[in-house]
């Protein structure tokens, strides 16, 4: 058996984006929600970078392509950051360090781990539903 070449391979091999267009629209859609996270301390700063990525990757012809769809799985880095900082809530928290205690108030990490299962799982049936549609 032998194999056809890339080029004789089908349409649906030359329309498929490539992996590094995936982790730029990742990487765009998780600047974006920590910088709406962080709107009061750091979101100043990395929205402008996030628009930024956004408008290169709209602009950019290799990037205008089914896999913007990354976008939305990149947004649930946010809350799941959020999720993992509040681990140990809700209700206050206290920790022991080597100059004395320090307590905190936490809130509960599921709403924010399910805001993030429900973005990857809109992104990854995105993804899936672009590429049986080819």
């Keep these: 058996m032998t194999q056809t070449p890339l080029s004789q391979a089908g349409p649906s091999a ?4 490539p992996p590094w267009s995936y982790a730029w629209w990742a990487l765009t859609g998780a600047v974006v ?3 709406v996270v962080g709107l009061l301390t750091i979101g100043i700063f990395l929205l402008p970078v996030g628009l930024a990525l956004l408008v ?3 602009l950019w012809k290799p990037l205008q392509n089914s896999s913007a769809t990354a976008a939305v799985g ?4 946010a809350p799941l950051y959020l999720a993992w900082v ?5 209700g206050t928290v206290c920790e022991t360090l080597a100059d004395g ?3 905190a108030e936490r809130w509960s990490p599921w709403p924010f781990l399910a805001v993030a299962v429900v973005l990857v799982a809109v992104s990854v049936a995105a993804v899936t ?3 049986r549609a080819r």
């Design 74 to 77: 990149g947004l649930a880095a």
């Design 14 to 17: 030359s329309l498929r984006p």
């Design 86 to 90: 509040n681990r140990d809530g809700p």
């Design 101 to 103: 205690t320090s307590c």
């Design 129 to 131: 539903k672009t590429r």
């Design 33 to 35: 929600g920590f910088g």
């Design 56 to 58: 290169v990757g709209c």
